[in-house]
T-cell receptor
């Protein structure tokens, strides 16, 4: 099976702009989670989707949003970018609803200037 | 508030020795705990999952223990090799689907 794919791999944006990141989960996985990873804060949970519904949300401002499509592919959007949004954004898919390992993609490296 | 603590300092060991990494948590009642490996510039890779009613789990050279009384998990790599050098992350979930990660411990295995 193909692994989790994320596009684009690298992005450079300017403060105030918005960005959309895409994630394709492993075939058959219906749960998709998004994380932000920075050197200072580590890996932080953004949100999790299952069957097109957001089930869980982390402690991030409303500028961070996401959605999941009927084919389980997911997108996350960050509006009004700030310098502090520079990070590695990771998507992970999971085969089960609960209590299952997560399979991570390679991430999208976002740099905000 | 909920807190997950892993050794912030890097762990340096000699090849062939057993590496032991610690994950402590407070104000949390996880249903299960997971360990991941992350190499620089890559996404984490799942290693082991242990449930709250399990004391120990093994997979090849890896062993994880879970003590819900001490609120601690230990992760062991026996007969360590330079290829085991990476950052190791523990993650907890209260059966909600929301994984909370520790900061990770960097392991360096010297030949």
């Amino acid at each position: 099976k193909a692994g989790v794919t994320q596009t684009p791999r690298y992005l450079i944006k300017t403060r105030g702009q918005q960005v959309t990141l895409s994630c394709s989960p492993i075939s058959g996985h219906r749960s998709v989670s998004w994380y932000q990873q920075t050197p200072g804060q580590g890996l932080q949970f953004l949100f999790e989707y299952f069957s097109e519904t957001q089930r869980n949300k982390g402690n991030f401002p409303g500028r961070f949003s996401g959605r999941q499509f009927s084919n389980s592919r997911s997108e996350m959007n960050v509006s009004t970018l700030e310098l502090g949004d520079s990070a590695l954004y990771l998507c992970a898919s999971s085969p089960e609803v609960y209590g299952s390992e997560q399979y991570f993609g390679p991430g999208t490296r976002l740099t905000v200037t | 508030s909920q807190k997950i603590e892993q050794n912030s300092e890097a762990l340096n060991i000699q090849e062939g020795k057993t590496a032991t990494l610690t994950c402590n948590y407070t104000n949390y009642s996880p249903a299960y705990l997971q360990w991941y490996r992350q190499d620089p510039g890559r996404g984490p890779v799942f290693l082991l999952l242990i449930r709250e009613n399990e004391k120990e789990k093994r997979k090849e050279r890896l062993k994880v223990t879970f003590d819900t009384t001490l609120k601690q998990s230990l992760f062991h790599i026996t007969a360590s090799q330079p290829a085991d050098s990476a950052t190791y992350l523990c993650a907890l979930d209260s059966n909600t689907g929301k994984l909370i990660f520790g900061q990770g411990t960097t392991l360096q295995v010297k030949p």
